[in-house]
Nanobody, 114 residues
Framework: QVQLAESGGGLVQPGGSLRLSCAASGFSFRIYVMGWYRQAPGKQRELVASITSGDGTYYADSVKGRFTVSRDNAKNTVYLRMNSLKPEDTAVYYC????????WGQGTQVTVSS
């Protein structure tokens, strides 16, 4: 069955970096646009970055220039490199197709705090 497994989150100080990973299975990963989403407490889930099968990328204005999305189709994995993290980046991060139509995984918590 379809599975999405996010990992790599943690507690980091402002200005720090993290690399998130999402291992996907159960569907033809390589042909779909994949996205990274986040949900902060009390807020709606939002798309922060996506990557097409041809490595075209999209970034939300709030993360442009700081986050980099990439994918490894041989490993069915999508990555999110996050640099210059800010407290407002604190959220649970999820991956899914873009637009999202798969059952959500458990996500990975990112907390940016000093």
């Amino acid at each position: 069955q379809v599975q999405l497994a996010e990992s790599g989150g943690g507690l980091v100080q402002p200005g720090g970096s993290l690399r998130l990973s999402c291992a996907a299975s159960g569907f033809s990963f390589r042909i779909y646009v994949m996205g990274w989403y986040r949900q902060a407490p009390g807020k709606q889930r939002e798309l922060v970055a996506s990557i097409t099968s041809g490595d075209g990328t999209y970034y939300a204005d709030s993360v442009k220039g700081r986050f980099t999305v990439s994918r490894d189709n041989a490993k069915n994995t999508v990555y999110l490199r996050m640099n210059s993290l800010k407290p407002e980046d604190t959220a649970v991060y999820y991956c899914n197709k873009a637009p999202a139509n798969l059952i959500w995984g458990q996500g990975t918590q990112v907390t940016v705090s000093s």
